[in-house]
């Protein structure tokens, strides 16, 4: 089988390589001969650039670009209105793209110059490329990777509806040592609050920055054969009344290289093929680039489709389930551009914590949309030893009954302050020291009550209105803040009343911790007393307490610790047909789903025992599929594989 790719941009190349891997015969037309520049940068997630890893395997040539860490959504004035973390996303200019796929493919198979003009066709089927030169390349299949404006697909599918142009983009790239120390690895946008206007700034390297400036065509334009110096007066006026930091950058910047760039889409299409044709990346859909999906999706689609065209004998088969993978996250991109582009031309009608964030994906629970049969309220609070120690259970729980239960968090108050807690023996902060080394030495989860000595906490109530700030922007996510937390308390003995080491924690388990500070000082402190309330009506005078609840509303309480197998029964008690579920215990598993875990805590998840499961760990350190931090009373093994 022969494949002519019909485009030498990142979609055609790519393509072409992963062919190639593959031994199948691939000739790559590309219309300009020489490369170009244009495009500047792409940002790019790891579902793309791990697929580009695999290509230069056992080469010398390096992946070109810079990890993108955190994004940054500013008023026009430089008051920050979000601030999450990015996980996995890069940076890369398009000529540094470009030349590492072209250092990769073959030269002799890359035919440059070559503008496309139609098809030859016999028996209904192409057997040949029709270039305006008069070259003729003949194949089996073809593929259009020519781009948005594509003149492939219109020879197959006919001409497409694009949308308007409402926003265009003025996109260019410059250095700047000063910035490049303090913006590294950081998205930083700047968005008008009153009219469709924003300024966004990338590094790709240590000291060069792409940049972006989008703008309402309905409120200023300027015209696409604009002189450098007419086009640097727009974007200075435009952006007059914006932070020094935009006027910095922009000083350094070349106007003769950069470009206006007209946004627009089309809808998804019925189908991506015709006979022994296909298309791939902007040629088969086209997104509005608030989405920054563009380039990652055409990589996923040379990806995909070679594994269809390896899987399947048939290519139009091949052709058909390569579209059927793919449309759904294609359909997706396209409406949350628009959903995008609507937000941006009507900023008054939008809170800045509500602006969606594009390039953060978040992880669907398989039980999520599964009717629980069992609610259990959960009442907790972040300085709880024992509601630490129940952690491994807990997770256990999730794993093999998730289908059955579904757990509702509550904070308990354990501490309002010292001149009102009265439990036991515990009157005074470094009576808490010796309770908590303890318990450490009863269940084998490291906990290190020196901080109650050298740093005691004042109260338990800022980290549990905290964790209702975190509940209110993301409730999976707020379980991962908790467990942050408790990590920073327990483990590292960091005061987590100081709002600095909650914040860094929002941040860390990738919540908008602008937002998540403003729902702090606001709305979290009336649903912590709303907590409060509940656990008094409910009568709860125990920390842990679980009141599992069925359909028929029949009610079971299981207080302070109890064996796992006890909180099994009750589950079997309540709803007697429930099955758990087998989960694997592989070790990569188990790092695969969680962030962190203590040695307890995997031995108990993977069924092994302490000498068993010692060596493991120690085995996953050296091979670098784990970290771990070292406190006084034992080890948290930090994943570099997880999931969230």
Known sequence: MKVVIIGGGVAGLTLGLLLRKNNINVVVNEKFKQMTTRGHAFLMHIDGWSILNELNANTEINLPGEEIGAFSLNKQDGRQVKKQKLNLWRCIKRKDLIQFLYDLFPKEQLKTGRIFSHFIYENGKAVAAYFTNGEIEYGDVFVGADGGNSEVREAILGAVSY?????????????????????????????????????????????????????????????????????????????ADFPPVVTELLSTN???????????????????????????????????????????????????????????????????????????????????????????????????????????????????????????QYFTDPICSTCWVVQPLLRKLKLEYGAYIQIDYRMGGLLPSWDEYERGSITKPSDVAPHWEEVCMIHGIPLDGDIWIEDPLPSSYPPSIAFKAAQMQDADLALLFLR?????????????????????????????????????????????????????????????????????????????????????????????????????????????????????????????????????????????????????????????????
């Open 163 to 239: 949308t308007a142009v409402e926003v265009k983009e003025v996109v260019g790239i410059c250095t700047n040592e000063k910035l490049g120390t303090s913006h590294q690895n950081i998205f930083t946008k700047y968005q008008s609050c009153n009219r469709g206007l924003s300024f966004g700034m990338i590094p790709v390297s240590e000291k060069d920055f792409v940049w972006f400036m989008q703008y309402s065509v309905a409120e200023a334009d300027c015209n696409q054969g604009c002189t450098p110096d007419e086009l640097k007066a727009f974007c200075n006026y435009q952006l």
């Open 254 to 376: 070349d106007f003769s290289t950069s470009y206006i760039w007209n946004t627009r889409d089309f809808g998804l299409l019925p189908k991506f093929h015709a006979n022994n044709i296909v298309l791939i990346g902007d040629a088969a859909h086209l997104a509005l680039p608030f989405t920054s999906a563009g380039t990652t999706n055409a990589i996923l689609d040379a990806k995909k489709l070679t594994e269809k065209l390896l899987s399947l004998n048939n290519i139009e088969e091949a052709f058909q389930a390569y579209y059927d993978e793919r449309k759904d996250d294609i359909k997706k991109h396209i409406y949350l551009g628009r959903e995008l582009k609507e937000l941006f031309l009507n900023p008054l009608d939008v809170d800045g914590d509500k602006m969606v964030v594009p390039l953060i994906t978040k992880k669907e629970d398989r039980d999520a949309h599964t009717q629980k049969l069992i609610d259990i």
């Open 484 to 644: 942050r937390i408790k990590e920073m308390l327990f483990l590292e003995k960091k005061n987590i009343v100081d709002m600095a080491y909650l914040e860094k924690a929002a941040f860390d388990v990738g919540l908008d911790s602008a937002r998540f500070v403003y729902d702090y000082e606001n709305k979290a402190q009336e649903a912590f007393k709303e907590d409060l309330i509940l656990a008094q009506n409910m009568q709860v005078g125990v920390l842990p307490t679980l009141i599992f609840r069925n359909l028929e509303n029949e009610q079971i309480i299981s207080k302070d610790y109890q064996e796992y197998e006890y909180l099994e029964g009750i589950i079997h008690q309540l709803v007697p047909h429930a099955q758990k579920r087998t989960f694997d215990t592989d070790p990569i598993f188990l790092f695969t789903n969680f962030s962190t875990m203590t040695s307890k805590e995997f031995s108990f998840l993977s069924s092994t025992s302490m000498e068993e499961t010692n060596g493991t760990l120690a085995d996953l350190f050296e091979k670098g599929f784990i970290d771990k931090y070292e406190s006084k009373n034992g080890i948290i093994w930090k994943s570099k594989l997880a999931n969230y």
